[in-house]
């Protein structure tokens, strides 16, 4: 007679395991970097808002997605510095209690801040209440608009104040690219 134990075994576990695992893939920088006055020139519109609430609530509280949130929040546009925005911006994400701040006191920033470097090359909480800096793309299937196009790039960063020194930095950009030869 023969007996078969119906304990899995570690060797079978593990086994499971990697049958069943999907792939994963990190994100794919470009082969150049797109430098921060780059990024600010390629731009559509750049805004800073105030993350107010959600439109569409997630799921699952309790479960946060490196990739695009099913939970939509509402942003109130502050300050227009580029383009043709009304007073509100519905964009994805999350809104959190902390806050993210990159690289405090820094006028130029080039990378994005800590929750983007946690799978997604892109920051999608928000601070509830925070001002954040979204430079912004139009995306090309539905025509609207993004902050998930500059791969690791510093495109929805929290704000310390209406006078931080990356939203200066970021002004001063723009004023430099509309008036010509820069002068």
Known sequence: MI????KPTLTMVFVAVIVSATDMYPCEIPQKERSSAEMVEQADAIVR???VEYVIAPQNPN?????EPDSMIRFKVLEVIRGAISRELIL???LVDEDDFNQPGA???????????MGSCFANSYRSGG????????????AR???????????NEQLSSA?????????EQVKKQTVPNGK
């Open 3 to 6: 007996v078969i134990n119906a």
């Open 49 to 51: 808002v105030r993350a």
């Open 63 to 67: 479960v946060f997605t490196t990739g």
């Open 92 to 94: 994805p994400g999350y």
């Open 107 to 117: 006028a130029e920033r080039h990378v994005v801040r800590s929750n983007g470097l």
């Open 131 to 142: 001002q954040f800096l979204l430079i912004l793309k139009k995306e090309k299937k539905s």
């Open 145 to 155: 608009y993004t902050v998930d196009w500059d791969i690791l790039g510093p495109t």
């Open 163 to 171: 006078d931080d020194p990356w939203l200066l930095w970021v002004r």
